[in-house]
């Protein structure tokens, strides 16, 4: 009979001594963290840093005294601390410290889904020969315990497709188009009033952040080699309040989706605005709520929701992750991470399609449209008219059996050529 | 600066060692655990033996050569094994299999819930003595990874309330009640048939399934010292169409909801069927899901639901449970588990009350109904009375506003002992 050794006492020690944090970064999300950890009665971590530019102008009085207030992170670094917080967003300096910290064995976390999605590999890497931590959680819909539920709760599994809605400030527009029945524009402009959009809204509203998140999912789910370029992406500028009308004549709704599939060694991966079925999961996330539905070939679809964004939820993502550093951080670091699998990437789903037609009304348009889908071997699905618009900018709708999405656009970009068009049509997956 | 050591090659060597596996119980989800195991390409779960009663009617000819069949559970605890998966069930022999494989130094994975909810501290204990693992991702809610999701995903919030829906067999019942207006007792032949429930069925429609899953998620996510008797535990035989009908007025639906509250020092659990409303997580899971809803006081709702039982969503729980052991094993065993939070238990939760009678009906009901509520100073919301039904059987519906659920029992019990009754009136919490 083999046994275990049993814990010795040096181990015990080990587990109670505080884990110490520095906290690089004092945002909302940073206030946010100080002031859970401020809050604990456990002594497992210890904040003993907070960096920030012009570091005076953010000293709050309710963090312990001996936290050290510094502009330098050549400070922390020459510390004794075991992890640097990484809530400084963006690439630049994010990166370059991210390296340093991992270089002298410090373990990281980061909620830097950019940087995770650029670079997040290579710095997995780097910590592993360094014998440390890369924990980024939070990078992903915030509170959501989604990555660590997928890696590991869903370790057993064969992942194949992951679909989700990961960014809170689309959810909130495309909500706000439907419910308060306004503009695109306007929406927008509420959200940015609310302080869920940066005046600079073309990162969410054009995918680019969605795309980021899908990245880091894709690898953690699907074991993908994927950069962000890789994800065919597309914004939700084009959606109108016309588009909910169809939608919802077709039992759907519209979301903006990231999803990414398995398929006979190829990885679609995209982000666009989508329909989706009024009785799926995606539809029922309203606001800036975020989903993350997985299907696995065992265990079928698992959907985990909740707050994806926010000072509060995001802290919880990096508090968790500091806590399991602070049980974790004296075992051994996996010395090799499981070789990418070899996979074609393709922008190119097959689907249903939803395709949005405006235009002058006159004789002979639906016949120009099927001439055209029919030479391409299209097949129309149904073509859908609501009452009560003007003939000078009709908005109709066909919808188009499951085909290939390059095919689709293929026939589009000839159809966008004739002159019946008030507004270019507009195209969209229908997921089921 | 201080550096952490690098991965040292012995390390990289235990690493790739398989983690030998013995599997005690050849039932569906061993079937299942022993397909994955043997569908995997990684060499990281190696399965050594599987344990069963009259093992050669068992035999399958899928599993490798070099697997051992036996029915002795003494050939597994004299091997060189790893981890003994208990996939027996119930509480003897597991037990006592369970705690022989900690003694002798073996890590434990397991399924059973009936175990963990009687046991899991005590067993929990005796693995950190003896520096092994136990693991018993699979016993709540199947392939939803919601207990690792409360424990790690979110270790850094503080939960303060769990409710979920955690029998798949109920809520099956209560969905064909309401969708297929059909009985009780035809809803639960049907599920017989299907294999959804079993022969006896008590332990899943009297709740005792539920509160034992409820009892290890409230240890796990709210850090609770409860044993399942403490859990103020309800069955579903009661419910009738009539009551979906009224429900709807409402707003509303009928799920068996578990739940479990922290609030002034008083840990509230239950199992019981409630009126949840039509928009909420709780009401949109149909068939056999389950889902666990957690609020946070940093992350606010989170939401985890999936498939909670059946063979392949169960073994992928156990798998992700070997591979974390795979990956761990060879790391120290946290000496010191947190004591549990110092709480009284009770069942006397506070809410709305739904409470529908069936009484042969006659002049001054109401008045002898209202005359009682009143005097025990319950607050009558509505009344509610559908049109069409018999005079001499006749359903109807009292609403309360919020209070302890003790105190309308004591006003109910009083009311029981009135002679218009033609079946005893039941009484339901309206959850919101």
């Given at each position: 009979?083999?046994?275990?050794?049993?814990?010795?006492?040096?181990?015990?020690?080990?587990?109670?001594e505080?884990?110490?944090?520095?906290?690089?970064?004092?945002?909302?999300?940073g206030?946010?963290?100080?002031?859970?950890?401020t809050?604990?009665?456990s002594?497992?971590?210890?904040?003993t840093h907070?960096?920030n530019?012009?570091?005076?102008r953010k000293?709050?009085?309710?963090?312990?005294?001996d936290?050290?207030?510094?502009?330098?992170?050549?400070?922390?670094?020459?510390?004794?601390?075991?992890v640097?917080?990484?809530?400084?967003?963006?690439?630049?300096p994010?990166e370059?410290?991210?390296?340093?910290?991992?270089?002298?064995?410090?373990?990281?976390?980061?909620a830097?889904?950019?940087?995770?999605?650029?670079?997040?590999?290579?710095?997995q890497?780097?910590?592993?020969e360094?014998?440390?931590?890369?924990l980024?959680?939070?990078?992903?819909?915030?509170?959501i315990?989604?990555?660590?539920?997928l890696?590991?709760?869903?370790?057993g599994?064969?992942?194949?497709?992951i679909?989700?809605?990961?960014?809170?400030?689309?959810?909130?527009?495309?909500?706000q188009?439907?419910?308060?029945?306004?503009?695109?524009?306007?929406?927008?402009?509420?959200?940015?009033?609310?302080?869920f959009?940066e005046?600079?809204?073309?990162?969410?509203?054009d995918?680019?952040?969605?795309?980021?998140?899908?990245?880091?999912?894709?690898?953690?789910?699907?074991?993908?080699?994927?950069?962000?370029?890789?994800?065919?992406?597309?914004?939700?500028?084009?959606?109108?309040?016309?588009?909910?009308?169809?939608?919802?004549d077709?039992?759907?709704t519209?979301?903006?989706?990231s999803r990414a599939?398995?398929?006979?060694k190829?990885l679609?991966?995209?982000?666009q605005?989508?329909l989706?079925?009024?009785?799926?999961?995606?539809?029922?996330?309203?606001?800036?709520?975020?989903?993350?539905v997985?299907?696995?070939?065992?265990?079928?679809?698992?959907v985990?929701?909740?707050?994806?964004?926010?000072?509060?939820?995001t802290?919880?993502a990096?508090v968790?992750?500091?806590?399991?550093?602070?049980?974790?951080?004296?075992?051994?670091?996996t010395?090799?991470?499981k070789?990418?699998?070899?996979l074609?990437?393709?922008?190119?789903f097959?689907?249903?399609?939803?395709?949005?037609?405006?235009?002058?009304?006159?004789?002979?348009i639906?016949?120009?449209?099927?001439n055209?889908?029919?030479?391409?071997?299209i097949?129309?699905?149904?073509?859908?008219?609501?009452?009560?618009?003007?003939?000078?900018?009709?908005?109709?709708?066909?919808?188009?059996?499951?085909?290939r999405?390059?095919?689709?656009?293929k026939?589009?970009?000839?159809?966008r050529?004739?002159?019946?068009?008030v507004?270019?049509?507009?195209?969209?997956?229908?997921?089921?």
């Amino acid at each position: 009979v083999v046994t275990s050794p049993k814990p010795i006492k040096e181990e015990v020690e080990f587990a109670t001594e505080p884990c110490k944090v520095a906290l690089v970064g004092f945002g909302t999300v940073g206030r946010s963290v100080a002031r859970i950890l401020t809050s604990r009665s456990s002594q497992d971590l210890r904040l003993t840093h907070v960096v920030n530019r012009n570091v005076d102008r953010k000293r709050v009085d309710w963090v312990p005294r001996d936290v050290a207030w510094t502009q330098s992170f050549d400070d922390v670094l020459n510390s004794d601390i075991d992890v640097v917080l990484e809530l400084v967003g963006g690439l630049d300096p994010a990166e370059h410290w991210v390296r340093r910290s991992l270089e002298s064995g410090k373990s990281v976390v980061t909620a830097n889904k950019q940087l995770i999605a650029r670079h997040g590999p290579a710095l997995q890497k780097l910590a592993r020969e360094n014998g440390v931590h890369l924990l980024f959680g939070a990078s992903v819909a915030g509170g959501i315990p989604v990555l660590l539920g997928l890696q590991e709760g869903l370790g057993g599994d064969r992942i194949h497709r992951i679909s989700g809605i990961l960014n809170g400030t689309c959810n909130y527009i495309l909500s706000q188009i439907e419910n308060a029945h306004i503009s695109f524009g306007e929406a927008l402009e509420q959200a940015q009033a609310k302080g869920f959009a940066e005046a600079n809204a073309s990162e969410d509203i054009d995918g680019y952040d969605a795309r980021a998140k899908l990245t880091i999912l894709a690898r953690t789910a699907l074991n993908a080699d994927l950069e962000p370029e890789q994800v065919a992406t597309r914004g939700i500028r084009e959606v109108e309040q016309i588009d909910f009308a169809y939608a919802h004549d077709l039992g759907c709704t519209i979301r903006q989706i990231s999803r990414a599939e398995v398929k006979d060694k190829t990885l679609f991966a995209g982000v666009q605005p989508a329909l989706v079925p009024q009785s799926s999961a995606l539809a029922r996330v309203t606001g800036s709520q975020n989903v993350v539905v997985s299907a696995g070939e065992f265990g079928g679809e698992t959907v985990f929701s909740g707050h994806g964004a926010g000072g509060d939820p995001t802290a919880v993502a990096v508090v968790s992750d500091l806590l399991w550093l602070s049980r974790n951080r004296h075992n051994r670091v996996t010395a090799e991470s499981k070789s990418a699998a070899d996979l074609t990437i393709s922008g190119d789903f097959k689907s249903a399609h939803y395709v949005r037609f405006k235009v002058a009304d006159k004789p002979g348009i639906l016949a120009a449209l099927a001439n055209v889908f029919s030479r391409h071997e299209i097949n129309v699905d149904a073509v859908l008219q609501q009452a009560g618009h003007s003939k000078s900018a009709l908005p109709f709708v066909i919808t188009i059996e499951p085909c290939r999405v390059e095919k689709l656009r293929k026939a589009l970009a000839e159809i966008r050529s004739l002159d019946f068009h008030v507004a270019p049509p507009v195209d969209m997956p229908i997921l089921t």
